[in-house]
T-cell receptor
């Protein structure tokens, strides 16, 4: 699975857009980009995923560059409850190695939304 | 329930003791995962079940760790002869999807079981 690189931490003012970048320069053609977040003392929560087109749901938007080597998760109007660690993961939807289903998690970006 | 339920939420045990951690996935989810998370780190894969069988147990650190899912629903992670290094949050997740769709990697996680080995 492709390795991802994210900034260690970011700050955002409440009500402003939070733009979280992720580099995945070695991504393969069959690999999707997934975003999860983890609020303190909770389990990770799925946010959004995409292959090459931009995606939007009720939580966030995902912008993937044309070469697919990087992406940005956008929280359009950040609230204090969005303070969390955000993880970017790349993974194929099928396995090239039997039943391998593991997601490889890095350290993520710790987002602090400030009042 | 609507989510993934894990019990106990906290477990403190002594070195050398046996521990069981239980996971009740979302009803109807065929895929179930166990991950382990140490402080300040991302989750680390342990094992994946598709139905009753362990399809991938490559993340289990050693033979002290074992997991079962006998009826394809509830799963139990079992740790024998616990060591202080086993202290972590053990996360369970489930997914409705098989491996051939992008949804296979959309996991719903429980709140975790925090294990402390003294």
């Amino acid at each position: 699975d492709a390795k991802t690189t994210q900034p260690t931490s970011m700050d955002c003012a409440e009500g402003r857009a939070a733009n979280l970048p992720c580099n995945h320069s070695t991504i393969s053609g069959n690999e999707y980009v997934y975003w999860y977040r983890q609020i303190h003392s909770q389990g990770p929560q799925y946010i959004i995923h995409g292959l090459k087109n931009n995606e939007t749901n009720e939580m966030a938007s995902l912008i993937i560059t044309e070469d697919r080597k990087s992406s940005t998760l956008i929280l359009p109007h950040a609230t204090l409850r969005d303070t969390a660690v955000y993880y970017c993961i790349v993974r194929a939807h099928f396995s090239n190695a039997g039943n391998n289903r593991k997601l490889i998690w890095g350290l993520g970006t710790s987002l602090a939304v400030n009042p | 329930g609507a989510g993934v339920s894990q019990t106990p939420s906290n477990k403190v045990t002594e070195k050398g003791k046996y521990v069981e951690l239980r996971c009740d996935p979302i009803s109807g989810h065929t895929a179930l995962y166990w991950y382990r998370q140490s402080l300040g780190q991302g989750p680390e894969f342990l094992i994946y079940f598709q139905g009753t069988g362990a399809a991938d147990d490559s993340g289990l650190p050693n033979d002290r760790f074992f997991a079962v899912r006998p009826e394809g629903s509830v799963s139990t992670l079992k740790i024998q002869r616990t060591e202080r290094g086993d202290s972590a949050v053990y996360l369970c997740a489930s997914s409705a999807h098989g491996g051939e769709t992008s949804g296979a990697n959309v996991l719903t996680f429980g709140a975790g079981s925090r294990l402390t080995v003294l």
